[in-house]
């Protein structure tokens, strides 16, 4: 029987480079895509307009007598905002489960589910993160990350029912093929051009998009039901990303880098700045919380079990910086 991925959130960051890393491999795929998106890789894609959060929307999506279908739902919404969102929640979390149920329902042969790694409850400094086997929202910090562990656990209880799926945990994704306004790409752009003057304590795990991609791909061979692996690469401060970011474009280096107490005072102002300009804020409280946390996250399993590979930092900001350059953004 041949088969047909269908892929949720295709046009996202994440999603389009799924459906590129698909289709390099030669595979047929379905996109399930939101009204007016239409930076969908070429090359026969074929597309389905809805929204998760719309339950009947999905049966198109799904329906496809004959084919042997492999679901990738990589459709959610990042979000660094220190207040509750409603749509944040109806993404993430009802429409996982709505996707989950039309997995079931239309007895799909495998499912991987694109989580977080902030949906593991943070360790203690220095302590190695590792892949776990129950969540909680109670026991991590924020709005995105109580989502991702709703919707994972909902995840997990339909493998124990019987679905045949596996959940990745990518961490912080960076990257090219970013045509939304993701906070990595937007402090990217705003350090090409030269609208960034100073940095912040702290750094984060930060994995290209296109191993997340690959590694997505081989979870749908190799996963096996009901496991999780994080897909993260390694902990970069904020201030190596700067330098980098500097010796790849040549751009005058960032030099000031503003201690935690002033970040913190002035969050909630940049926030609510950013939101008068209809723009995602490059700091909030929360990611400020998020770039001070323990972010020590390993690979290992995702290593052993999916032959899991990560590329070099500089080698994802050269190619992000030029593509960003091909598509007229900087």
Not at 230 to 247: C, D, T, Y
Not at 314 to 321: I, K, P, S
């Amino acid at each position: 029987m041949d088969k047909l991925y269908l892929v949720t959130g295709a046009a996202g960051h994440l999603g389009s480079a799924i459906v590129k890393a698909l289709l390099e491999k030669g595979e047929r795929v379905r996109a399930f895509v939101l009204a007016g998106e239409t930076h969908i890789p070429e090359g026969g894609v074929e597309i389905v307009v809805g929204d998760v959060c719309d339950k009947a929307s999905l049966e198109p999506f799904f329906d496809a007598p004959g084919f042997e279908r492999i679901v990738i739902h990589a459709a959610g919404i990042v979000s660094i905002a220190s207040r509750f969102s409603q749509k944040v929640y109806d993404v993430n979390v009802t429409g996982t489960k709505n996707v989950v149920d039309m997995c079931v329902q239309t007895r799909v042969k495998k499912l991987v589910h694109v989580s977080s790694v902030h949906a593991i409850p943070e360790l203690a400094k220095g302590e190695v993160i590792t892949e776990i086997t129950r969540f909680n929202p109670d026991d991590v910090k924020g709005l995105y990350a109580k989502t991702k562990s709703e919707a994972t656990q909902y995840v997990l209880d339909a493998a124990e029912c019987g679905l045949d799926v596996s959940v990745v945990h990518p961490s912080g994704i960076i990257g090219p093929y970013d045509y939304g306004a993701g906070h990595t790409t937007a402090l990217i752009i705003d350090y090409c051009k030269r609208r960034l003057t100073s940095g912040t304590i702290g750094g984060y795990d930060f994995t290209d998009v296109r191993d997340v991609a690959n590694g997505i791909l081989a979870c749908c061979e190799s996963g096996s039901p009901g496991e999780c692996y994080i897909l993260s690469n390694r902990f970069v401060p904020v201030k190596e990303l700067l330098f980098k970011l500097h010796e790849v474009t040549g751009i005058r280096e960032i030099k000031s880098f503003l201690p935690l107490w002033f970040v913190n005072l002035t969050a909630p102002l940049a926030e609510l700045y950013y939101k008068i300009r209809h723009q995602p804020p490059l700091f909030t409280s929360y990611s400020i919380y998020t770039l001070n946390s323990n972010s020590k996250f390993s690979h290992a399993k995702a290593d052993r079990v999916l032959g899991y590979t990560t590329r070099a930092l500089r080698e994802t900001l050269a190619d992000t910086v030029g593509w960003l350059r091909q598509v007229g953004r900087i």
